[in-house]
């Protein structure tokens, strides 16, 4: 979720490229550089802004080719050495890459006598060519051999120094060509090159582009395949959200492919094991007697799911606070309580300030972010990245579903370490974890009917969410989604808790959403819905399996993945907001009174 550029013509290619890389700079980042190409190959790359790459790119160049790359961490610290692109020993060879590579380290164990220079995946990928075309393979049997062995989701250029030809291959992340007047382009997404050419091949898995003078040939297995083209009609605005009319409503729809980012490489099914690349010991997890989660917002509802996980998967007892309600006040041992902040941003100040608290009462701390280099990476004492790419809706939606599925990956972690959970259940916890990217790619295929019923009841009075267990946390997310987009009443109960005051509140013009799948104690649940129907609110249930759909006035099926179906609910819940916002015509990437990412307390 970086972006890449790339360009091979007959213009000069740095400041194509410098242009290409400021117009992917709403993707959010934090280090870029640039490759530029002839019988030699120089690479300019800095941390920070694309304004200070450009301090140090060369005011007239003559290359015609070259790639550049927007980073977003993912392994390792944002700093000069770990932005892209990366090379091989010799520099001859440079790599822009994203995505995740799975199997980097047992790659980077086999080049052991290959010097490497920052912590990134990438860097495996240019060392892995050079031995290619040491052994004497062409520079297009190089690639295709090295990229053979990479494990994991990438979208890939490449350039070699000598070499005529740039090279793209995809596996899982997008990769788009624009054929233009003056040459070819490159980019992750159009908006890399719109203002050159509308005129574009999207790459497909597993195929492999050519770039030349010539122009492009692509190929797959080996084997020449056709190169077909389409015209685009988007505006440069509407191609920055992907052709969707909201950020919101792309990043809602990114949630697969950010689901697959954050769970790659970091189980085991067979073996049932976790490893979320932390360093806190084994001695220390077997000790610890309480696990307190600080976070605000969205944040919070995640941590609240995730404490249902810790006190199920770890056998630890788990308390979530609100960030700026904390204090680590007496009759707790610090030495034996873990503090985790969730935060995707890493900058909110009241997270900061509660974790802050946990530091000097001597607790462990960790942080739960999507941000490599933030702030609170910087004070606790480890670090695990949710990897769910930027996020810039004000409302978190992808980063929430990335948040807990990051939480019960460590949940199995930790309850692994602490003896507490056996390979059998943490199998089928993971299994169900790995059902979860194929499972919202459902819901998310029913949209248009979740459309529908949001426009019927868009006038309503208030919207309540109820649910129970993992559910209840949903049920939060999903009213507090709603009134930050839609600016309507809506709020979430426990269910159970209905009937000992909310129920006042309801009447035939507030509808009630309730959760009704696996791991929400559904049976319960539907005693609460026939509370409100008897009260004539309509219903709309997210269901799995057979809970009384003849109590709802819609049903909306949840795919049967077991534990983690109330998070594949706030999928519905989500669009629901989206499209009630939107027939309301509010500003829904930017609600009025908030902001992403609160630095005041
Ligand atoms: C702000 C945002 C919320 C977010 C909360 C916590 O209020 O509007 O969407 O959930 O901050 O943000 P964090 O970056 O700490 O997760």
């Not at 992917?24 to 800095?46: C, M």
């Not at 049932?272 to 932390?278: N, P």
């Not at 987009?485 to 035939?508: Q, R």
Request: net charge negative; with cysteine; charged share 25%.
């Amino acid at each position: 979720m970086c972006g890449i550029v790339g360009y091979h013509g007959t213009e000069t290619a740095s400041p194509l490229l410098a242009t290409g890389l400021q117009n992917l700079e709403y993707r959010g980042y934090d280090s870029a550089g640039i490759a530029l190409v002839d019988s030699d190959l120089t690479v300019y790359k800095r941390s920070g802004e694309v304004e200070s790459l450009l301090e140090v790119l060369p005011e007239s160049s003559t290359q015609q080719r070259g790639i550049g790359h927007t980073r977003w961490s993912t392994h390792g610290p944002p700093t000069d050495e770990n932005a892209h692109p990366h090379t091989d020993e010799d520099g001859r060879v440079a790599v822009v890459h994203n995505g995740i590579i799975e199997n980097y380290e047992a790659l980077r164990a086999e080049l052991s006598d290959h010097t490497f220079t920052s912590d990134t995946d990438t860097e495996v990928v240019p060392h892995l060519i050079e031995e290619e075309l040491e052994s004497g393979a062409t520079p297009r049997e190089a690639v295709e051999a090295a990229v053979a062995r990479l494990e994991g989701t990438f979208a890939l250029v490449i350039a070699i120094a000598g070499v005529e030809e740039l090279f793209a291959i995809r596996q899982d992340s997008p990769l788009v060509i624009g054929h233009g007047e003056t040459g070819t382009f490159l980019g992750s997404d159009v908006t890399a090159f719109l203002e050159h050419t509308r005129e574009v091949t999207y790459l497909d898995d597993g195929e492999l582009a050519v770039i030349s003078g010539a122009g492009v040939e692509l190929y797959r297995d080996g084997e020449s395949v056709e190169v077909t083209t389409e015209q685009l009609t988007w505006e440069a605005d509407a191609a920055e959200k992907g052709g969707y009319e909201h950020y919101m409503r792309k990043e809602i729809h990114e949630q697969p492919r950010a689901l697959r980012q954050t769970l790659s490489g970091r189980y085991d099914l067979d073996s049932g094991t976790v490893d979320v690349e932390i360093d806190l010991p084994r001695e220390y997890l077997r000790s610890i007697e309480e696990i307190q989660i600080v976070a605000c917002g969205t944040s919070n509802y995640a941590g609240r799911y995730a404490a249902e996980l810790f006190e199920s998967l770890a056998d630890v007892r788990t308390t979530v606070e609100i960030a700026s309600e904390y204090e680590f006040s007496g009759g707790r041992d610090p030495w034996r309580t873990l503090v985790v902040a969730v935060t995707q941003s890493g900058e909110t100040a009241d997270t900061l300030s509660a974790i802050r608290k946990a530091i000097r009462a001597g607790a462990r701390t960790l942080a739960v972010t999507n941000t490599l280099g933030s702030t609170v990476t910087r004070e606790v004492d480890d670090s695990v990245f949710i990897r769910a790419g930027p996020e810039i809706g004000v409302a978190a939606t992808k980063t929430f579903a990335s948040q807990v599925a990051t939480l019960a990956l460590l949940a199995v972690y930790v309850g692994r370490e602490r003896g507490a959970l056996s390979s059998n259940r943490a199998r089928s916890v993971l299994q169900s974890l790995r059902s979860l990217p194929g499972a919202v790619q459902q819901v998310l295929d029913r949209e248009d009917a979740v459309h529908e019923v949001a426009t019927a009841y868009a006038d309503s009075e208030a919207f309540f969410f109820i649910g129970r267990k993992y559910g209840r946390p949903v049920a939060l997310e999903g009213a507090l989604k709603l009134k930050e987009i839609s600016y309507d009443h809506a709020e979430g109960f426990a269910a159970g808790e209905l009937k000992h005051g909310p129920l006042a509140l309801v009447t035939a013009e507030t509808p009630v959403l309730a959760v009704l799948t696996d791991g929400s104690a559904a049976t319960e649940t539907l005693n609460n819905v026939k509370e409100v129907q008897a009260r004539s609110a309509p219903v709309i249930g997210a269901v799995s399996g057979d809970v009384g759909e003849s109590y709802l006035d819609v049903t909306w099926e949840v795919p049967d993945i077991g534990m983690f179906e109330p998070l594949v609910t706030n999928v519905y819940w989500q669009l629901f907001a989206y499209h009630v916002a939107d027939e309301k015509g509010r500003s829904i990437d930017k609600p009025r009174n908030l902001a992403k990412s609160v630095t005041v307390e």
